[in-house]
RNA sequence: GGAGGGGUGGCAGAGCGGUCGAAUGCGGCGGUCUCGAAAACCGUUUCGGGCUUUUGGGUCCGACGAGGGUUCAAAUCCCUCCCCCUCCGCCA
């Protein structure tokens, strides 16, 4: 959520900012809907300050009290429809983008600022679910299409791959969580996901509960509505996340590659406003020094501005090399979200001012299960040395 | 799942129709004392919103888990929901 205050103080900034996610309209139309509640909240403030009594009131005073209620009554209902539109509104703008973001919509308009590592020539590279032990036909017999068993070498690859990212963050002071992934509407619409990733969200309606599509969620939530006393705070979530992958069909079809289901080891960091841009900076050198003590090959992209989300001001793309696909594909992301979830989810903290003041979140990406397929398809089975204290097997087959 | 108890300021904990945004203690902050510190003593200390402001502030409104209701008046009474605790049952 935007800071309300500020864009009404300088609106032009915020619609110049905001037209780059294509939202200058909506932010139009709040600042109309805002004009209105302000207007109301005075005339009800107004006529509760005259309904106040002290003590048992005399029979004038009741008379003259039922008359204002009635006023009251009715200027009330206006508040609540007023305010009621101006939240909603509010809730649905976006983070307005960093100044550093590339303009467009679209993957393609990001940014290269990188490449590391080299790309390997292989004559005919094999896809991952032809080196390793994937079972995508049992698993959608099981449970549909975008699901897959991972097995033997693979299972163990994967869980060297999470333990050693977990290792790699924790020795950067970020502390290891094991989150709930069913979480609550609220925590979903604290983090943005809702309502404007709603479909790739699923629901159990029965519970009115959610599955995580990411740890973000909870590591989020961890601190909702809380005042911090100490800043930064750093967190490492491991979890499977859920996600619909509604809007891709027919993408990304083949194997493990985009599945619902998946592990994820995440980052998560609470920080003062100050310090985020640079909280950013090494949430990705995090990143790339896990992608290159795993020797997979990737390129940094700074995300164009349409192309963000809701809640980022900011994001780079780690992506890594896929030799079947030959080309780079997203291995991880890390964001900014500067105040955005923070004041949705009521974070704080004590500054040098007077009263609290909402701090800055940011999260990133430290492997995921699609690492373990760049490993499978660059090294062709090999395993990176560094893993094999984690439990991996020096080669992985089927 | 069954039976009971409870949710109040940073924490603990009173209040159970009006004088309560809220006693008291702890913690925090400022001061006195001291070479300095501790102790003691004095003062101060919730959050949000609108308007206003010569940026110190001023002023009005809202908030005692959430939402509704009763009443001239609700932290206090009633209803629904959420959460926590205890006992029993079940269970990895």
Not at 29 to 48: F, G, I, N, S, T
Request: aromatic share 8%; charged share 30%; proline share 6%.
């Amino acid at each position: 959520m935007i800071d309300a205050r500020a864009a009404r103080n300088d609106p032009d900034e915020f619609r110049r900012r905001l037209a780059r996610k294509g939202a200058a309209e909506q932010f139009d139309a709040w600042l109309a809907a805002d004009e209105r509640w302000r207007a109301v909240v005075p005339r009800v403030d107004e006529l509760r300050a005259k309904t106040k009594v002290k003590g048992k009131p005399t029979p004038e005073q009741l008379e003259e009290l039922t008359k204002v209620k009635g006023e009251l009554k009715q200027a009330e209902l206006e508040l609540v429809e007023a305010d009621a539109a101006r939240e909603l509104l509010l809730s649905q703008l976006p983070n307005p983008p960093d100044n550093s973001v590339p303009d467009g919509y679209a993957e393609e308009d990001a940014e290269e600022i990188r490449t590391w590592g080299e790309v390997p020539q292989l004559d005919d590279p094999k896809e991952h679910t032809d080196i390793g032990r994937f079972d995508m036909e049992r698993a959608a017999r099981l449970s549909g299409s975008r699901f897959g068993y991972m097995i033997g070498d693979t299972a163990l690859l994967a869980l060297a791959v999470y333990r050693f990212a977990l290792d790699a963050v924790a020795a950067e002071g970020f502390l290891p969580v094991l989150p709930p992934v069913l979480v609550r509407e609220e925590a979903m619409y604290g983090t943005g996901f809702f309502p404007t990733d709603r479909s790739n969200i699923y629901a159990l309606l029965e519970d009115d509960l959610y599955l995580t599509g990411t740890s973000e969620v909870a590591l989020a939530g961890l601190h909702m509505d809380e005042i911090l006393e100490e800043l930064p705070l750093r967190y490492a979530g491991f979890s499977t996340n859920f996600r619909r992958e509604a809007g891709a069909a027919g993408k990304d079809t083949r194997g493990m590659f985009r599945v619902h289901q998946f592990n994820k080891v995440e980052m998560f960091v609470f920080c003062e406003p100050s310090a985020s841009g640079e909280e950013h900076e090494h949430l990705l050198s995090i990143e790339e020094r896990i992608l290159q003590g795993l020797q997979i090959p990737y390129r940094v992209v700074n995300v164009a501005a349409g192309d963000l989300g809701a809640p980022a001001a900011k994001k780079y793309d780690c992506e890594g090399w896929f030799p079947a696909q030959q080309r780079y594909r997203e291995l991880t992301s890390t964001s900014n979200t500067t105040d955005f979830q923070a004041r949705r989810l009521g974070i704080r903290h004590r500054g040098s001012g007077k009263s609290p003041e909402t701090i800055h979140t940011l999260n990133g990406t430290a492997v995921t299960d699609r690492t373990v397929l760049a490993i499978l398809e660059n090294f062709q089975g090999d395993v990176p040395d560094v893993l094999r204290q984690y439990g991996a097997p020096a080669t992985v087959s089927r």
